[in-house]
């Protein structure tokens, strides 16, 4: 079983800056590895994924320009650098990773893509 273990998050006042990270005991490669989020009362959606087998990656639009994915295979570890915080982003992000023995499921940033899942790391953005 793939353990995905988050850590970064916190409160900080909008405009400010904070980075993510997941490690991860499974794959670095041949699979989708990305940040998902949940704020109270509403989905999860799908924040910033990148496909690891070619590096391309996939952002929410209300992210875009702000967020940077980003992944160090050495350390199996996936970030997330999120700058220009907006109250909005307030949430519970989420790592999630896709089996690469799976078969593919909906977009890039759908949660049902998503095989494997951290416990999550609050992000709280103060205006």
């Known amino acids: 079983q793939v353990q995905l273990v988050e850590s970064g998050g916190g409160s900080v006042q909008a405009g400010g800056s904070l980075t993510l990270s997941c490690t991860t005991s499974g794959y670095t490669y041949n699979t989708y590895w990305g940040w998902f989020r949940q704020a109270p009362g509403k989905e999860r959606e799908g924040v910033a994924t990148i496909d690891t087998s070619d590096g391309v990656t996939y952002y929410t639009d209300s992210v875009k320009g702000r967020f940077t994915i980003s992944q160090d295979n050495a350390k199996k570890t996936l970030y997330l650098r999120m700058n220009s915080l907006k109250p909005e982003d307030t949430a519970m992000y989420y790592c999630?990773?896709?089996?690469?023995?799976?078969?593919?499921?909906?977009?890039?940033?759908?949660?049902?893509?998503?095989?494997?899942w951290g416990q999550g790391t609050q992000v709280t953005v103060s205006s």
């Open positions: 999630a990773q896709q089996s690469p023995y799976s078969a593919l499921v909906g977009s890039p940033l759908d949660v049902a893509r998503y095989d494997y």
